[in-house]
């Protein structure tokens, strides 16, 4: 975005005249500040200065931070600094000290948000050259003290406790008139922080009236809704309760204004003695769906108290334990089960049946609507046994030992109640699951199975048909079902598991399912149980269990599970080892070849890994590799070769490989890589393209066909690529962020802009998003 214009310098005679004259007042108004006892005081002292026209303070401000020490003086001892003087061209002087405690506290008092901005940036360059202010503005007095004491005007919270977070605005009206005010605005986190912000300010009641309009359209989707007093100061302990809970340091700017709000807030006999309506500030609306994964949300991530605020007064989950008993028990437990991670399978919501059977004493009859909600959920844990305390606590059917990720199944009732949904009781599906009888079980697993196959056969039979897009199935939908499905398929494995531990059948079906819903970290537990109890499968299932801890350990790196991906790296070399003494077999070898190279690589594998990574890539080719382990095997030669330096070998094995295997993952990249080293410039272009080909969302081509083209200034070239890209990845920061730098270097500005704005949405936060926004400010520089 353009940077402001700056508000223009004094040009008038008027103009020039005040500012002389307020230069001239620099020593005095410096004198009368430092004896200031009380910010009105303070604020006396600089009305002269403040109480100008904002061009003149500006210009102020700017004469005050002019004349800072030069690099002679800066060598000069602190005390000799703090004695220089500073001065305008042909004006007064003043010492640098004045001008330092004149802008700090024109930084805190003064009215105008571009004046403090500027006295911010005028006390940067005065610490530049080693002047510091000393003078700090003055605690605030006791409302006792005051003539007329402050009294509650107005607050408002943000309806987005859902979220776990609000803005809590809270103002007063003060002055002998009671026409200023003063505003603390808390920006509060249940999730992690606490206290995550503080602001306060006083002015006039119209300014403070502006700034709130200010603060609350930065949310532009929240609504606000009025609150009291005591209501603020119910929201503000809870967040305190949280930044004491998780060991967070308040901010500076809370610690700073702390006397004033306990005596305005926390400490306030209005507070105490006010109206608490018991609001929750939950966005009002939200769909039964989104309810159970914000109850599930909240409670995985610690925020105990927006999960107790989603059940009914009613409900079992509660167990007749008021809030602050409830909080406290689930964060003992929270200490100890230390949850992380939070993933969702599925969520499918359904009409609950209406009973006509009436008991007495039943919270649940048939008079009003619900719902019913079902979700497939994992967790990392660690094993306590306050999980057994809890009713919410569902059982996890599969539990990864290396992650501690437990696997759940749960569906939730809930009734609606004052125009909202909320959680009514919960029953733990896997834990039903269990208790099925094995036919049952079985004839499950087959419906979900003759489902998924039948949903495959008709997107197979639409798309060989020709059916216009309007009248195929929404595949988002079918694949929602297809996710839901597998996933219930698998918990009713775990409970055949239970019940027949010696069916390796049921064991096989239970790691395909996991392998279609490409969960490796559920894969593990099944290919793990396979390993142990079957002794005919070890080797294969050890075998597949490396692959698998290989590609979490990838996943976790991108994570950045540092410590975990080089655990898991480890794992996959030591089962991989396990396999191969069992039985030695091409692709293991070749496996465990490319593990060499890949998890010793810093940047390139040292000389020993190499030497070791060939050794095992001539123990594979001594077993009569079939075609697709000798593809393996050339594409890992190719490594070495290059990592040596030896790029026309490297070039000769990556050729055998994609000719061998021309869809075998990767290697059209590495055949680039190489042929651009060697100078081919068009042939890693073709091949780039190739790659393409075999996987028409391969981010890192399109990156390197636009590098490419741009090192070759086709910016036409790199502009279509893109296009093409982002045909493909249609959500895709990176190639956004790419096409605005291509288009800037074309001169197009404006259209850069869009793009990159549209980058910055996604994820502003992406290396090349903020490179393609250091490059835009760069050409409008030079503009």
């Not at 919270?363 to 967790?379: A, D, F, Q, Y």
């Not at 030695?584 to 070849?593: F, H, I, N, R």
């Not at 079939?626 to 070039?651: D, F, K, M, V, W």
């Not at 096409?739 to 793009?755: H, K, N, P, T």
Request: proline share 6%; with cysteine; charged share 25%.
């Amino acid at each position: 975005m353009a940077r402001k214009k700056e508000i223009a310098s004094p040009v008038s005679a008027e103009d020039q005249s005040r500012l002389q004259s307020l230069l001239a007042q620099v020593p005095d108004l410096a004198r009368q500040l430092r004896s200031s006892q009380s910010q009105q005081e303070a604020e006396t002292a600089l009305a002269p200065v403040t109480s100008a026209p904002v061009n003149v303070q500006l210009a102020f401000m700017r004469e005050l931070a002019q004349g800072s020490p030069g690099p002679a003086i800066r060598e000069q001892s602190p005390e000799s600094q703090a004695l220089q003087t500073l001065s305008s061209a042909g004006g007064p002087r003043w010492s640098a000290q004045d001008a330092a405690d004149l802008l700090q506290a024109l930084y805190h008092y003064s009215p105008e948000k571009e004046c403090r901005k500027e006295a911010r940036r005028s006390l940067i360059r005065l610490e530049g050259a080693r002047i510091y202010p000393q003078w700090q503005p003055p605690r605030e007095q006791p409302a006792a003290f005051q003539s007329h004491p402050p009294r509650f005007w107005k607050g408002l919270v943000s309806e987005t406790r859902e979220r776990g977070e609000v803005q809590l605005f809270l103002c007063w009206e003060e002055s002998y008139d009671y026409d200023e005010a003063r505003l603390i605005a808390l920006g509060l986190d249940f999730w992690q922080q606490g206290v995550r912000d503080c602001i306060v300010e006083r002015a006039s009641k119209r300014r403070i009236e502006a700034r709130l309009g200010e603060l609350m359209s930065r949310l532009e989707e929240a609504r606000f809704s009025e609150c009291t007093l005591t209501e603020g100061r119910r929201l503000l302990e809870e967040a305190l309760a949280v930044s004491r809970w998780r060991g967070q340091e308040l901010p500076e700017s809370y610690r700073y204004h702390l006397p004033l709000i306990r005596q305005l807030v926390l400490e306030a006999p209005e507070a105490e003695a006010g109206q608490d309506r018991g609001l929750t500030f939950i966005q009002p609306g939200l769909d039964p769906e989104e309810l159970a994964l914000t109850f599930i949300g909240a409670w995985s991530l610690g925020d105990f108290g927006l999960a107790y605020d989603l059940l009914t007064p009613q409900s079992p989950l509660r167990e007749g334990l008021s809030r602050e008993e409830w909080v406290e028990r689930r964060r003992a437990w929270a200490n100890e089960a230390h949850p992380a991670r939070l993933t969702v399978s599925f969520v499918t919501e359904s009409e609950q049946p209406q009973s006509g059977l009436w008991l007495p004493g039943s919270t649940l009859s048939s008079r009003g609507p619900r719902k019913l909600v079902e979700i497939g959920w994992s967790l990392e844990l660690s094993e306590t046994p306050l999980s057994g305390t809890l009713p919410e606590m569902a059982m996890g059917t599969a539990v990864n030992k290396e992650t501690g990720r437990h696997w759940l199944w749960t569906s939730y009732t809930l009734l609606r109640q004052d125009e909202s949904w909320r959680i009514h009781s919960m029953s733990d599906e896997g834990a039903r699951a269990q208790g099925l009888p094995i036919p049952e079980l079985q004839q499950r697993i087959k419906e979900h199975d003759d489902r998924v196959r039948e949903i495959s056969m008709q997107q197979r039979e639409a798309l060989l048909k020709s059916i216009s897009l309007l009248d195929r199935p929404d595949p988002q939908v079918l694949l929602e079902e297809i996710t839901r499905r597998l996933t219930q398929a698998l918990h009713y494995e775990d409970a055949l598991m239970v019940r027949l531990p010696l069916d390796q059948q049921i064991v096989e079906n239970a790691y395909n399912h996991a392998a279609a819903l490409r969960n490796g970290e559920r894969g593990m537990v099944y290919l793990e149980r396979l390993a142990q109890r079957f002794p005919g499968r070890r080797a294969d299932a050890l075998r597949e269990l490396a692959m698998t801890e290989d590609s979490l350990a990838t996943l976790f790196e991108q994570q950045g599970l540092k410590e975990r991906s080089r655990r898991f790296d480890e794992l996959a070399e030591q089962h991989m080892q396990e396999s191969l003494a069992l039985r030695p077999t091409a692709l293991g070898y070749a496996l465990l070849a490319q593990m060499k190279l890949q998890h010793t690589a810093a940047p390139l594998p040292p000389p020993e890994a190499l030497q070791e990574a060939e050794q095992l890539l001539a123990q594979a080719r001594a077993l009569n590799p079939n075609r697709a382990e000798e593809t393996i095997i050339e594409a890992a030669l190719g490594t070495i070769a290059s990592a040596r330096g030896n790029q026309p070998q490297a070039l000769q094995h990556y050729e055998r490989a994609a000719a061998l295997s021309p869809d075998y993952p990767g290697i059209w990249l590495a055949l680039s890589h190489t042929q651009r080293a060697l100078g081919r410039r068009a042939e890693a272009r073709e091949s780039l393209r190739r790659a393409l080909r075999y996987n028409p969302a391969d981010l890192q081509a399109y990156s390197e066909l636009v590098d490419l083209a741009v090192e070759e200034r086709q910016f036409g070239e790199a502009h279509a690529v893109l296009e093409e890209g982002l045909k493909q990845l249609p959500q895709s920061a990176h190639l956004r962020a790419l096409l605005a730098m291509v288009l800037a270097e074309q001169g197009d500005l404006r259209q850069a802009q869009r793009f990159l704005e549209e980058a910055e949405q996604i994820d502003q936060r992406l290396p090349s998003v903020q490179a393609a926004r250091e490059i835009l400010n760069e050409r409008r520089k030079q503009r």
